[in-house]
């Protein structure tokens, strides 16, 4: 009884050692190609979009980061660059905006747009934020958590 199951057994690891690599080779030959893009489009490009003009600079915006915004302008466009001080280390930092004045405990608003992570060197506002006044909203990716928010500003008027 055991004889004839292991005949078998041969059999069938022989069949699948021969046609297992067959098979891989032809899925490898049939796959599509990766698609690949040429250009980066205009609003992904960071480096495209420099804007030189400082209107203001504030560092009392967070009260419990040390986080210094600056409202850059250029071309009738607008960005913040913000930088953090060396000792605030909280992992993948995203800066968001709200136009709502509601108070935010630990959930991003849903009205919420993201600027971009902290760390990049300037992060474009969408249109018609300059207008209507908000608040910045830093939000640790990796915890889920919402790390700060800033206090209500209008980013057309630096004293509010």
């Given at each position: 009884?055991?004889?004839?199951?292991?005949?078998?057994h041969?059999?069938?690891?022989?069949?699948?050692?021969?046609?297992?690599?067959?098979?891989?080779?032809?899925?490898?030959?049939a796959?599509?190609?990766?698609?690949?893009?040429?250009?980066?489009?205009?609003?992904?490009?960071?480096?495209?979009?420099?804007?030189?003009?400082?209107?203001?600079?504030?560092?009392?915006?967070?009260?419990?980061?040390?986080?210094?915004?600056?409202?850059?302008?250029?071309?009738?466009?607008?960005?913040?660059?913000?930088?953090?001080?060396?000792?605030?280390?909280?992992?993948?930092?995203?800066?968001?905006?709200?136009?709502?004045?509601?108070?935010?405990?630990?959930?991003?608003?849903?009205?919420?747009?993201?600027?971009?992570?902290?760390?990049?060197?300037?992060?474009?506002?969408?249109?018609?934020?300059?207008?209507?006044?908000?608040?910045?909203?830093?939000?640790?990716?990796?915890?889920?958590?919402?790390?700060?928010?800033s206090?209500?500003?209008?980013?057309?008027?630096?004293?509010?």
């Open positions: 009884m055991i004889r004839p199951l292991r005949i078998r041969r059999r069938i690891f022989t069949v699948l050692g021969l046609l297992l690599p067959i098979a891989f080779g032809l899925g490898i030959a796959r599509k190609p990766v698609p690949q893009m040429n250009t980066v489009p205009a609003g992904f490009n960071v480096t495209s979009q420099q804007f030189a003009a400082v209107i203001w600079e504030r560092s009392d915006l967070f009260t419990n980061a040390p986080v210094q915004v600056r409202l850059l302008s250029e071309n009738g466009r607008f960005a913040v660059a913000c930088t953090a001080t060396a000792d605030f280390a909280k992992p993948d930092l995203l800066l968001y905006w709200s136009r709502g004045a509601a108070p935010i405990t630990d959930k991003l608003p849903n009205d919420a747009a993201l600027l971009g992570a902290l760390s990049s060197p300037q992060l474009v506002l969408p249109e018609g934020v300059l207008k209507n006044g908000g608040i910045l909203v830093l939000f640790s990716l990796a915890d889920q958590e919402v790390v700060a928010v206090r209500q500003i209008r980013l057309s008027d630096p004293t509010k």
